[in-house]
């Protein structure tokens, strides 16, 4: 009986424990790099699925939809919409992260590959997320972050350009574009999220209902969305890693992130993405990995050490 009474006055304490771990920064770069690690695999299986048998409105169906059929319960608790903030602001919280983002990078897809994807798509945001802290909050940077801002805009530039001037694909540009936009748009949504008050739980759930309820109709609008010749076991598998890893395990993971870490911080973490997608497109999509495009990821990595501000914590 004593042991059991002991057991039990301690069982709060290591719940508070376990709580007071999930505020902690051990806790928000776990979430960073867990979140970085989903997204190369969000760019890994999308790239496979679009130039396959999926469209990609099928495979933002299969995002969206389930999540929100999951997450319904949740959705009937909390508020659905985000209080005390700007229209503009308001939407960009509602379906920016959840529906737009994806929905732009996944059409890059179609005309680049992966490992580019990667380097400028998350391998961008801290950059656009340094600049959105700057307009939107005011932040400011040291030197060594600034110069590691520019090193990955300078590899982003190495990897978009080179394709271009060499003529190696020329509807690379495309994809290229849609990258840059989509992590622009992402970084902006990180800022505001950052500012708004909202919990990483309170974000999921009003992203993916306003996402759903907004693009859900426009996708089906397409009549692209048949799914014809695909088998249903491959649905069923892309609906999974899509909607419940993709959807909402790392935007849940992002969220938190974000709040323990900060928008641009979280960001940096982002171009650890463009090492698992060059790695993972050429060993699993057998994408090609030229010298230049190896070179581009290098300096964006390399960027990410300094842009992390992760200097400032040996001062």
Known sequence: ?????????????????????????????????????????????????????????????????????????????????????????????????????????????????????GALAPGMLPFWAALAAFVFAGESLDKPRAIGLLIILLGAILIGFWQIFSGADNDSWKGHLMFLTGSGLFAIHSVIFRQSGLSPFQGLVIGLFWGTLFLTPILLFTGNVKFENIRLADIIVMGLVQSFIIGILATVLYNYSVKLLGAAETGAFGALTPILALVGGGWLLDETITLINSIGVLLVASGVFLASGIHNRFK
Not at 5 to 18: E, F, I, T, V
């Open 1 to 117: 009986m004593a042991l059991i009474g002991n057991y039990l006055y301690h069982l709060p304490d290591n719940k508070a424990k376990s709580m007071n771990f999930q505020k902690t920064r051990t806790f928000g770069l776990l979430a960073a790099f867990f979140t970085v690690s989903i997204w190369a695999l969000f760019l890994l299986a999308t790239r496979f699925a679009v130039r396959g048998e999926f469209t990609v409105e099928e495979v933002l169906i299969l995002r969206l939809v389930p999540g929100a059929i999951l997450m319904a319960p949740l959705m009937f608790k909390l508020d659905l919409l985000p209080r005390g903030q700007s229209w503009p602001r308001a939407l960009i919280l509602m379906i920016g992260a959840s529906a737009i983002f994806p929905y732009i990078v996944s059409s890059g897809l179609r005309y680049a590959p992966a490992s580019d994807a």
